[in-house]
Structure formats: C-alpha cells, structure tokens
C-alpha cells in the first residue's frame, strides 16, 4: 500500500515555508504553480 501524504493547506504553507517539499509530495509543476500564484 502507498504511504499516505499529509497535504492539507497549513502543511502545504508549512512546507513551503521550511522549502521541505520533494517529487513524492507534488509535482514540480504543481509546486511552481503554487509559487508563481502565490496561492499560500
């Protein structure tokens, strides 16, 4: 079974924050996405 993932908005933020994020989280276009919207 897969290993589940924590990705609710504040670890997203926190995650963010602390540049925690690798390939198993998001892809690295969702990530940029996320950056270059400032969506947190």
């Known amino acids: ?17 602390r540049n925690e994020f690798n390939d198993d989280d998001l892809s690295k276009e969702i990530l940029n996405y996320i950056k270059d919207n400032n969506l947190y």
């Not at 079974?1 to 924050?17: F, G």
């Open 1 to 17: 079974m897969a290993e589940k993932v924590d990705l609710s908005s504040s670890t997203i933020r926190n995650k963010l924050k």
